[in-house]
C-alpha cells in the first residue's frame, strides 16, 4: 500500500485525551511516524514503536490504524482487520470501520466486511460522499458473501494439466481460441528470467480437455519487444494485440495487427487512427467473423475511467471506433471484452456493476442495433474478490478459457500471483447462444476446381450486419436455430442463394461445399432470402440485403440480362395469385433498378401459381412455392 505521510505527520501531533498521563505512548508512537517517513524506513522497527504505544496506553486508536496499515503491506490480512477492528472499538471508528471493511471486501473476508461497512453506516454525520461508497461496499460484500455460498459447478483444469510445468511460460493469459475450438492462442511470460518479455503462444487441442505443448507463433509477429493481450480471428487468419511504447504508436499503449500469410504471421503494423489514439488503448477482441474491434481505452488522468469501444471492418478499413454505450460502459472501469461467435452475446470485466470487489465478468446480449440487456454477473468462482478478466468462450459454447481469481490459485507461488489459464465448463445460464463454426468451399459445378474469387456475404440481422470475405474458402460461426442469408458472387457465375438454417447442432465444427454453375442464357436460380410483407408486394427489410448482393453480381457481370419472375403458392384465385406475383416481381425490379442497374438489363413478369416445384398440400410446400426467381434472358459474357 501507498502510505499517505503528509496524513501521518498531522495526526502524530494532535492531542488525544489522556496523553498528559501517557507521555511515553505518545513519544513511542512519535518515533513510529518519524521511522516511516524515513526513505529508508524500517517498517519492523516502526512496527515495534507502535506495539510499545499500545502496551502503554491499549486505547490509543491512531497507532493500531498503522499497525494495521503496517500488517497491510506485509500481506497479513486478517491481523489489519483486527488492528482497524480495535481502533474503531476503542476511539476511531470513522477511520477504523472504513479501513476495516475496504480491507476485507479487497480480500475475500466478506462477513468482516458486511459487519464494518453496516457499523460504519450506523455512526453519525458521515459526509455523503463515503456514505454512498459505504453503501456501495456493502452491497457488494453482501453479493459476495450471496455468490460464496452456493459456487458454480465448474470443475476448472489448467490447461497444461497433463504436462510438465516447465514445458509451459511461468504465466500464461489472455486466451483467444480459433473459430473450430482447435487451437488456443495466449499471452505468455517468464517472470523469474532477467529480461521478461511477453510473447504471443499457440497451443493445439488433442481432445476435448487436453492441449498439447504450447509453441511461440511461426512468423514475425513476435519481436524483443512486449506482444500484450492477444484476439485471434475465427478463420486464423488476421490476430491483433496490443503493444506499448513502440515508434509506430500513437500513444502509449497501441493495437496492432498481423496477417496469416503463406504458412507465418507477418509483421505486426498499427491499426492506425481510427482506433489508436495518444491516450492508452488495449486488450482487443477481433470478432469471429473479423468484422468488428472490441478493445479498452481511457487517458489515463487522475480521475479517468477505462471504457469498451468498438469499430466495424467495411472490407478495406476500420470505422472510427465509438464507445459502447450504458449499460456496458458505466461510472467505473471497464476491461477485457470478448464478442462470442454467436454475434450477439458480450463478456466483459466491470467495477460499474455490483460484483464482489474490484473488477468482475459479466455477460450482456445485443437486443437491437445499439441497446444491451442489463450485465449478469458470472458469479463465483469466475469471479472472486481480486480483479477477473481476460475470458474467452469456445465457439460452442461449451467451455471458458480464463487465467487468474481463484482459478488460478494452484499456479500461485510464494506470494507472487504468476496466472495462469484454467479451462472450466460453461453453466448453462451463463453460456452464449448454441453456435457450429463451418468451412465452406466454393467450386465450379462443372469442373469442380476451386473459385478464387468468390465474395461470400452471411447475415441474420440484414445489410450491414454481415459476415465477409473474399476467396475459394470461407468460414463463419453458425449460431443453432438461427436463419441466416449465405450469398456467393462470382465473376462468370450465377449468383448463389441460400438460407441457411439448422434446427439442432451438427458438430462444433463442420465442412460444406457450394457448386456454381457457370452464367448460361435460359439458367434460372431462386433468391432464397427475398420476403414479402403476408399478402402484400412490400419487401421485407432483411430482403435489401439480398438485393445488394444481387446488384453487386449483376456490377461484376455486365454483360447479363436478367427476368425478375414472381410466383406464388395455390391459395386464392389464379388471377389474384398472378397479380400479387408481378406485382412482387416489379418491387425486386424497382428497388434494383433504384440502385443503379440500367433498366435496360431488367424484366420482370409475374407467373402466379402456374410453376411450383414443391406441393401445395403443405405449409413447408407452399413457403417453397412463394419465391424470386431469376431468369437469364441474356448473357455476353466472354465464358458462354
Not at 522497527?45 to 497507532?63: D, G, H, M, S, T
Not at 457488494?140 to 460464496?148: C, D, I, T, V
Not at 482459478?407 to 500471483?417: A, I, P, V
Not at 427476368?563 to 388471377?575: P, Q, V
Request: aromatic residues 14%; glycine residues 8%; proline residues 4%.
Amino acid at each position: 500500500m501507498r502510505f499517505n505521510w503528509f496524513f501521518i505527520i498531522i495526526i502524530s501531533i494532535t492531542p488525544f485525551e489522556g496523553f498528559s498521563q501517557n507521555r511515553k505512548a505518545q513519544r513511542a508512537y512519535l518515533n513510529g511516524v518519524k521511522e516511516l517517513t524515513k526513505s529508508n524506513a524500517d517498517y519492523s522497527k516502526a512496527e515495534r514503536f507502535f506495539q510499545k504505544a499500545i502496551r502503554v496506553y491499549p486505547k490509543y486508536a491512531q497507532a493500531l490504524i498503522l499497525l494495521g496499515d503496517l500488517s497491510l503491506k506485509e500481506l497479513e490480512f486478517t491481523k489489519a482487520i483486527s488492528y482497524y477492528e480495535k481502533s474503531a472499538l476503542i476511539g476511531d471508528p470513522r477511520v477504523g470501520y472504513f479501513k476495516m471493511g475496504m480491507t476485507a471486501l479487497n480480500h475475500g473476508f466478506y462477513q468482516k466486511a458486511i459487519i464494518a461497512f453496516t457499523s460504519y453506516l450506523n455512526l453519525k454525520n458521515i459526509p455523503k460522499v463515503k456514505r454512498f461508497k459505504a453503501n456501495r461496499y456493502l452491497r457488494s460484500s453482501e453479493f459476495g458473501l450471496r455468490a460464496m455460498e452456493k459456487p458454480l459447478d465448474i470443475k476448472p483444469k489448467n490447461i497444461n494439466w497433463d504436462h510438465e510445468t516447465d514445458s509451459y511460460p511461468e504465466s500464461y493469459f489472455f486466451p483467444s481460441i480459433s473459430g473450430d475450438n482447435s487451437t488456443l492462442y495466449f499471452t505468455g511470460r517468464n517472470v523469474s528470467s532477467p529480461w521478461v518479455d511477453e510473447n504471443i503462444f499457440e497451443v493445439e487441442r488433442v481432445n476435448e480437455d487436453s492441449w498439447a505443448l504450447p509453441k511461440m507463433v511461426s512468423g514475425k509477429i513476435n519481436t524483443y519487444q512486449n506482444e500484450g493481450a492477444v484476439s485471434v480471428q475465427g478463420d486464423e487468419k488476421r490476430m491483433v494485440f496490443a503493444a506499448c511504447n513502440r515508434k509506430t504508436g500513437y500513444g502509449s499503449c497501441d493495437i496492432y495487427m498481423s496477417e496469416y500469410l503463406n504458412g507465418s504471421w507477418s509483421s505486426a503494423e498499427n491499426i492506425g487512427p481510427e482506433i489508436n489514439t495518444t491516450q492508452w488503448e488495449t486488450q482487443p477482441c477481433l470478432s469471429a467473423d473479423g468484422q468488428y474491434l472490441f478493445f479498452v481505452r481511457d487517458s489515463r488522468k487522475p480521475g479517468s475511467n477505462s471504457n469498451i469501444w468498438i469499430s466495424r471492418w467495411n472490407g478495406s478499413s476500420w470505422s472510427r471506433a465509438k464507445q459502447l454505450p450504458a449499460p456496458i460502459n458505466g461510472s467505473g472501469d471497464e476491461f477485457s471484452p470478448f464478442f462470442h461467435a454467436d454475434g450477439k452475446t458480450l463478456y466483459f470485466s466491470s467495477s460499474s456493476h455490483l460484483g464482489m470487489g474490484g473488477l468482475d465478468l459479466f455477460k450482456s446480449e445485443l437486443i437491437s442495433n445499439n441497446e444491451w440487456s442489463v450485465p449478469v454477473n458470472l458469479g463465483y468462482p469466475i469471479n472472486d474478490f481480486r480483479d477477473n478478466f481476460g475470458l474467452v468462450i469456445s465457439t460452442n459454447g461449451e467451455y471458458g478459457f480464463l487465467a487468474g481469481g481463484d482459478l488460478s490459485k494452484g499456479s500461485y507461488h510464494f506470494k507472487t500471483q504468476n496466472p495462469q489459464i484454467y479451462q472450466f465448463k460453461m453453466p448453462e445460464l451463463l453460456k452464449p447462444e448454441p453456435t457450429d463454426w463451418i468451412k465452406i468451399w466454393a467450386l465450379d459445378k462443372d469442373d469442380e476446381s476451386i473459385i478464387k474469387d468468390a465474395a461470400w456475404s452471411l447475415s441474420s440481422k440484414g445489410l450491414g450486419k454481415e459476415s465477409i470475405g473474399f476467396g475459394g474458402v470461407f468460414e463463419s460461426s453458425i449460431p443453432v436455430a438461427t436463419h441466416m442469408a449465405l450469398n456467393v458472387v462470382a465473376k462468370g457465375y450465377n449468383m448463389f442463394s441460400r438460407d441457411v438454417f439448422y434446427e439442432t447442432s451438427k458438430g462444433e465444427s463442420f465442412q460444406d461445399t457450394i457448386l456454381l454453375t457457370p452464367i448460361k442464357e435460359g439458367d434460372t436460380f431462386i433468391l432464397n432470402n427475398i420476403m414479402f410483407e403476408f399478402d402484400k408486394a412490400i419487401l421485407v427489410k432483411k430482403s435489401i440485403l439480398e438485393i445488394s448482393r444481387l446488384v453487386d453480381w449483376l456490377m461484376e457481370n455486365p454483360g447479363v440480362e436478367i427476368e425478375f419472375r414472381g410466383h406464388t403458392d395455390d391459395k386464392g384465385l389464379y388471377s389474384y395469385n398472378l397479380k400479387l406475383s408481378k406485382d412482387r416481381a416489379k418491387a425486386v425490379y424497382d428497388e434494383v433498378l433504384s440502385r443503379g442497374i440500367s433498366g435496360r438489363r431488367l424484366f420482370y413478369k409475374g407467373v402466379g401459381d402456374a410453376a411450383p416445384i414443391s406441393t401445395n398440400e403443405s405449409e413447408a410446400g407452399r413457403a417453397i412455392n412463394r419465391r424470386t426467381e431469376i431468369l437469364i434472358k441474356k448473357s455476353s459474357y466472354e465464358g458462354n
